[in-house]
């Protein structure tokens, strides 16, 4: 593509600012090129002023004590439009992940890693063009074709069209999805080793798992069907770390799947990924009722794993509740709670579970009971509402309890992978969408390497589209060199020259 002009190219667009860092794209299409960023500053002497743009109209009036007071008016029915710069590129905050995943050589590891026995060629680029289009939000294949608006190609030049990128899919077999499942493992690896991990890998750490309903509207998908919420859809396991909102594991399964089948082999590679990765410390899995099973305790006692899983209520379980004296239960805080009377308490017992079996364990089993909301249905039954779980864990009975109740926070990476990539599962093939969701998975792990680099470790996926990824620019050519000018006043342009800054000090994986 041309450049921007000759102003551009003797001007304000051919040097970079204070501002500005650089980052080295050695795929970029130009031979000898380099991106560098530019926050664009408005000269007044070029551009028009908001007045002639906008055909606003100004009244001056007196105001209290001599001032005076502007009343501005625009007819936004007077502003034209036309699509036609070539230059601007509509994602241009893509380029931190864009980098990144340069350096951690995410398409050289598909290269290497997935082997389809048709249109197999140039996967790496396959996955880019899908992974950006899920930073940006897009939901479906045909939501590729965003990044062959303008100059988006040509800064990012490892894109593929969406037909080509539909055809791809649809070649999976269930091999090839889990050759993707190595290539999203070692992915995670990489992102830890280049800082965007948990502060400490060596220390203990916590993790959760739970599955999901992704609803479909239609008969034509292979694999969905009605479970246990009667929506028909695909019912995919995850498995996630609360510290850094990265999605460890995940795997998609027929719609009728009962939420823990398969939760053996699933907590065995979540734990194996975790290893690999770096995490030496002692790992805890929290999950609900669905995973209180013989596979799951019994898998993690044979990995060392900690557990605090919720109890079902079966008659020995509550038979137990029944047998905790009064003088044991602890009150806690809860918003029923008054001076008199408390609304939430905690206690504790000893349990076996599965006592008739080989594989019998002895644990705690801790049991918070709340008063109903006064006026419920529950209210009119029952003084206490029980609820029980099993640990093996050693520590203060109040903070054990409390931090089982934070496993609630799994449901925030689940809606934020439901936000963009995981909103449908856009295939009728079951594989190809088995396919996108271990690239959604990729692309969720990226976002959130970006926005720990960034500084922004709270925000979310939307947040970080909203103030990062979005945020459009214009390319510039001067001196063999590519300049991305992005918007001025930008609010967050520290955050993204800081993850730029920092993933260009990286060193590229070969």
């Not at 790496?124 to 479906?140: E, H, N, Q, R, Y």
Request: hydrophobic share 40%; proline share 5%.
């Amino acid at each position: 593509m041309g450049g921007g002009g000759d102003a551009e190219r003797r001007g304000d667009g051919a040097h970079p600012t204070p501002n500005s860092t650089e980052a080295a794209l050695p795929t970029i299409s130009k031979p000898g090129c380099a991106v560098e960023v530019v926050m664009m500053r408005r000269l007044k002497d070029q551009v028009p002023s908001e007045q002639e743009r906008c055909g606003s109209r100004r009244q001056s009036f007196p105001g209290p004590e001599g001032t005076w007071k502007m009343r501005a008016s625009h007819n936004l029915s007077r502003v034209s439009v036309s699509c036609d710069e070539p230059n601007l590129v509509s994602g241009a905050g893509l380029l931190p992940a864009a980098v990144l995943a340069q350096k951690i050589g995410l398409a050289e590891l598909v290269e290497q890693r997935v082997w389809l026995a048709r249109h197999g060629a140039s996967g790496g680029t396959k996955a880019l063009t899908v992974v950006g289009s899920m930073l940006l939000g897009g939901d479906s294949v045909a939501d590729t074709a965003l990044l062959q608006a303008g100059a988006t190609s040509e800064v990012f030049d490892q894109l593929r069209a969406p037909s080509t990128v539909g055809s791809w899919l649809r070649a999976f077999k269930w091999s090839n999805v889990r050759e993707f499942d190595a290539v999203s493992r070692e992915v995670l690896a990489r992102l830890w080793a280049a800082g965007a991990g948990p502060v400490d890998p060596t220390g203990p750490l916590m993790f959760d798992l739970d599955s999901t309903i992704c609803p479909v509207y239609g008969q034509a998908k292979q694999g969905a069907g009605f479970g246990y919420t009667n929506v028909r859809g695909y019912h995919p396991q995850l498995a996630t770390l609360p510290e850094t909102g990265q999605v460890i594991f995940s795997r998609l399964r027929g719609g009728p799947a009962g939420a823990a089948r398969g939760a053996k082999s699933f907590l065995t590679e979540t734990i194996s990924r975790l290893r690999h990765a770096g995490a030496t410390g002692q790992l805890t899995v929290r999950a609900d009722s669905d995973f209180y099973s013989r596979a799951v305790l019994t898998t993690a006692r044979t990995f060392k794993v900690r557990f605090s899983v919720t109890a079902r209520q079966d008659k020995k379980i509550r038979a137990a509740i029944a047998s905790i004296p009064e003088s044991a239960w602890v009150p806690i805080p809860y918003w029923l709670s008054t001076p008199e009377v408390s609304g939430a308490d905690v206690a504790e017992t000893t349990y076996t579970c599965f006592a008739s079996t080989k594989d019998a364990l002895e644990v705690r089993l801790i049991v918070r009971r709340v008063r109903p909301t006064p006026g419920s249905q529950l209210a009119l039954f029952t003084d206490w509402d029980y609820h029980a779980m099993v640990t093996d864990r050693d520590g203060d009975l109040l903070d054990i309890e409390a931090d089982h109740r934070r496993h609630a926070v799994v449901e925030q990476s689940i809606a934020e992978l439901k936000s963009a990539g995981l909103a449908h599962l856009p295939s009728g093939r079951f594989m190809a969408n088995a396919a996108w969701l271990a690239l959604a998975v990729i692309a969720h792990n990226l976002g959130r390497a970006v926005g720990a680099l960034a500084g922004m470790t709270r925000a979310t996926a939307a947040t970080l589209r909203r103030r990062l990824f979005t945020t459009p620019g214009r390319l510039v050519h001067t001196a063999r060199r590519l300049h991305l000018r992005l918007p001025a006043n930008w609010p967050w342009a520290s955050a993204f020259l800081t993850a730029l800054t920092g993933i260009n000090a990286l060193p590229m994986r070969s």
